[in-house]
């Protein structure tokens, strides 16, 4: 499975978020490329790149990211999203080499915008993020609830030719009383490949979501407060099921 630590950037630092709140925030480093440069000499494979303040539609962090892509592009794999709802957007991120996009909101509130997302990256360079709050899929940065349920969006991009959903329960995101293992696999069976996201406080927390068979989870504040070292991680996610 994919092992993917996360970078959540706003106002140009590392940044985490409780229950996806803006004014719940911890810093974790003013400099996110020393900490995607960190993540490379442990072993990572992949990074998870957010920018927060584009996703809370009051500002940007594109030179970051691009300072992110120059500094480890060449060594690892490059997710990046946050406020990715319109073509130009997801276009800039493409053309800075980035390996995967993750487009949320667009993807909940527009449907022909899936089909538009897929033609510009591609099936293995898109993916959508189903953030879910009691089920139901949160959208603009989670601070709003739409009336879109988790599954019937997953059902719908499935359809569409979307391959990879990364799933957040948006009550367990950065609370680190474990991730959504149930509801991820429950959302497997559209017939995707899952990313769990939010909550992972432990190394079995990470046995378990290889165990389930899905196919990766992002992990942020348990990594960034010392639980445990991403080289324990990345052993953790070379579980029964995949060896």
Do not use: K
Not at 50 to 57: E, K
Not at 91 to 96: D, K, S, Y
């Amino acid at each position: 499975m994919q092992l993917l630590p996360a970078i959540d950037i706003r106002n140009g630092r590392v940044v985490r978020l409780s229950q996806g709140e803006a004014s719940r925030q911890t810093v974790y480093g003013h400099d996110p490329v020393a900490v995607a440069e960190r993540f490379v000499r442990e072993g990572a494979q992949w990074v998870h790149v957010v920018d927060l303040d584009r996703a809370f539609g009051d500002g940007e962090n594109v030179s970051t990211v691009r300072r992110i892509v120059a500094a480890v592009g060449g060594d690892l794999r490059i997710e990046v999203g946050g406020g990715l709802r319109s073509l130009d957007r997801l276009q800039e991120i493409l053309r800075l080499g980035v390996a995967r996009v993750v487009v949320g909101t667009s993807a909940a509130t527009d449907p022909s915008f899936v089909q538009a997302a897929l033609a510009a990256a591609g099936p293995e360079r898109l993916a959508v993020g189903v953030d879910a709050r009691a089920g139901l899929v949160a959208v603009r940065g989670w601070t709003e609830t739409s009336t879109v349920r988790a599954e019937d969006l997953v059902r719908r991009v499935a359809a569409e030719g979307v391959q990879t959903v990364i799933y957040t329960d948006v009550s367990r995101d950065g609370m680190m009383e474990g991730p959504d293992v149930a509801g991820s696999v429950a959302l497997q069976q559209a017939g995707l490949r899952v990313i769990a996201s939010g909550g992972v406080s432990s190394l079995d927390d990470l046995r378990a979501v290889c165990d389930a068979g899905l196919a990766g989870a992002i992990v942020g504040r348990a990594l960034y407060e010392g639980r445990f070292t991403l080289a324990d991680a990345l052993e953790a996610s070379r579980c029964a099921s995949s060896s």
